[in-house]
């Protein structure tokens, strides 16, 4: 032995040490049970394989039948479906086609309408038509018995000139007699001689003083009786004037009232009231029944007072 082959021989006999210890420290560790199945000759090892195989072969068949088996449920499923598909796809189109008849059937009855409506109106538009040329002949005559007719008018026409002229004439003699008329009127009022018996006259108005008593919508009336109404003060000449008629110390009604609307004063006229001649602390409603009718003292003061009260009055109307 070389020394060479020595070292060799010593290594093969250290690696197999080695090994046979590795082994009997895995022996210590592996259980004991899967040391028996590992502890196999090649026969049992091969005949381990066939069995393996087996199994595998069993386990793919059972999952092959088991997914064979879900893809033809699957398959009836869409075969179900597809049926129903189809179902439903044949009813619609029936209803579709009935619906389509129906239509149809109405579009063809509306067309009838029309057509006979359209015949009628071709019919109407002949029936103008022939009118029309039956016309030619005798509108013609017709048009122009209307421009003698219009050629007849010429000769009224002075006669209507004529009468214009007399209507103008009889307007200016309206308007003349207008104007006298205003003329008489305003020297009726110069003069105003037409005022009654026993009325007082100033400035173109006539008053008249009561020498009895009455409540103010009774001496109203009397007034109206007379064409005439309650005094009614639109001057400090005039106030004056009715003042220096009153004797002592009566009072007479005046034509103002707030009976409508307390503290609304208003003239039987209908004028605003705007000058006042009111006593001091006048008008102030006093008593149960308010003051709502205007007395004149002589002195030219007014003072609210009861409506329904008797009292003298001065009745007025223009000359
Ligand atoms: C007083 C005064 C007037 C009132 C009368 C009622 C005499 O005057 O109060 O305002 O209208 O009384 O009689
Ligand atoms: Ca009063």
Redesign the pocket.
């Known amino acids: 032995m070389s020394q060479s082959e020595g070292a060799v021989g010593t290594y093969k006999k250290w690696d197999f040490d080695a090994r046979m210890e590795v082994e009997k420290q895995d022996r210590r560790k592996v259980p004991k049970g899967v040391l028996s199945l590992l502890a196999f000759s090649p026969e049992r090892a091969i005949t381990l394989l066939y069995v393996l195989l087996a199994l595998a072969f069993v386990l793919f068949t059972t999952l092959a039948i088991v997914n064979l088996q879900r893809v033809s449920a699957a398959w009836e499923a869409l075969e179900q479906a597809r049926t129903r598909s189809e179902n439903s796809h044949a009813t619609a189109w029936h209803n579709l086609s009935e619906v389509q008849h129906a239509l149809d059937q109405q579009l063809s009855a509306e067309l009838e309408v029309i057509h006979s409506r359209l015949l009628n109106v071709s019919r109407e538009v002949e029936n103008a038509r022939w009118k029309m040329t039956q016309c030619k002949a005798g509108c013609g005559k017709e048009l122009s018995d209307r421009v003698r007719v219009l050629e007849e008018r010429d000769t009224l026409e002075p006669v209507l000139r004529q009468l214009a002229e007399v209507k103008q004439e009889q307007s200016r003699a309206s308007a003349l007699l207008d104007a006298a008329l205003e003329g008489t009127r305003n020297l009726s009022e110069i003069l105003c001689t037409s005022c009654p018996a026993g009325w007082q006259q100033f400035a173109k108005t006539c008053y008249f003083f009561s020498d009895t008593t009455k409540p103010w919508p009774s001496a109203a009336d009397f007034c109206a009786g007379f064409n005439a109404h309650l005094a009614v003060i639109d001057s400090e000449q005039e106030n004056k004037f009715l003042a220096n008629h009153i004797m002592g110390n009566r009072v007479f009604w005046l034509g103002l009232t707030d009976a409508h609307k307390e503290g609304d004063w208003q003239w039987v006229d209908g004028r605003s009231l705007s000058l006042t001649f009111w006593?001091s602390?006048?008008?102030?409603n006093?008593?149960h029944h308010g003051?709502d009718c205007v007395t004149i003292y002589s002195s030219g003061h007014w003072?609210?007072?009861?409506c329904s009260?008797s009292e003298a009055w001065i009745c007025e109307r223009s000359c």
């Open positions: 006593n602390g006048e008008p102030n006093v008593g003051e003072n609210d007072a009861t009260n």
